[in-house]
């Protein structure tokens, strides 16, 4: 290798190490997460602002703004790709680790961004713009270490989650059949068909209830209750425990391994 291309492989190990190296301990490496988290809220916020018709007259000022955004975004995510060849832990050529990097979903996220904001820029649609810089905000996962979390956690728990589900699927259905039953007769503009029941099904299930569908016949109201009851206490109620378990482990076992010291550190 080179002289140059020794100090080009150098500074992009150096340069891996400061934006993916995980975990992100050191004080130039949480400065430069907070960075991008205050970058993604200063998106959202400017975002924001353009849809508020008092401040009109600045909107150019506010469109400049987000397209310095926007043109960081996409450097920092350049940025990435090029250091994703440098990762001292690859098991493919540096092409491809930059390929596999560049459209995995939580990086890809840039892209969506990137193109939207520009889209909304072009063709002055403020709500395409806004859609971009706030789907950034799932970028935050990627800052936070949390989507490793609560991955883990999914995988801890998925073989009563897949239970779960089969659980739910049913429920919903056999709900769905008997509030058709009970209301098709009594509110048929409402519960004209089996679909439509199911939407009312799926609403009360995730215990949302809009209110524009609600049952009148005393059959129907009964069954809403014990309908709601079982999804509160057995459906529901279950899962979500099993997923906080789950996700406290994961917590617990994170925190040991930061604690434990690295063998090689005492040798």
């Known amino acids: 290798m080179t002289e140059s291309g020794t100090r080009v492989q150098t500074f992009g190990r150096k340069l891996y190490t400061l ?7 050191t004080p130039a490496e ?9 970058l993604v809220i200063a998106g959202l916020l400017v975002g ?32 990435r790709v090029w250091v994703a060849g440098f990762d001292p832990d690859d098991r493919y050529a540096a092409s491809i680790e930059r390929v596999r990097f560049a459209f995995k979903p939580i990086n890809f ?7 939207c904001g520009v889209y909304g820029i072009v063709f002055n649609n403020r709500q395409v713009m806004l859609l971009g810089l706030s789907v950034r905000l799932l970028r935050i996962f990627a800052f936070s270490q949390a989507d490793d979390l609560i991955l883990a956690a999914l995988r801890r728990a998925w073989p009563f989650f897949k239970s779960a589900l089969t659980i739910w699927s049913i429920t919903i259905v056999f709900a769905t ?5 009970f209301e098709k007769d009594a509110q048929p503009d409402k519960y004209s068909d089996v679909f439509q029941a199911f939407y009312w099904s799926v609403v009360t299930f995730t215990s949302t209830g809009y209110g524009d569908m609600s049952p009148v016949t005393v059959g129907g109201k009964i069954f809403t209750c014990l309908y709601m009851l079982s999804v509160a206490a ?22 040991r391994r930061r604690d434990t010291p690295d063998p090689d550190s005492l040798s």
């Open 48 to 79: 924001a602002m353009l849809t508020v018709k008092d401040l009109a007259p600045h909107y150019r000022l506010l469109e400049w703004i987000a397209g310095i955004i926007l043109a960081t975004i996409a450097l920092e995510y350049g940025v």
């Open 19 to 25: 934006l993916e190296e995980q975990p992100r301990d």
């Open 177 to 181: 059949i008997f509030i058709y039953w």
């Open 30 to 38: 949480i400065f430069f997460d907070r960075l991008s988290v205050a």
């Open 234 to 255: 057995l459906v529901l109620g279950l899962p979500i425990g099993v997923f906080t378990v789950g996700f406290m482990e994961e917590v617990q076992s994170k925190l």
């Open 109 to 115: 996220i840039d892209v969506v961004a990137v193109v």
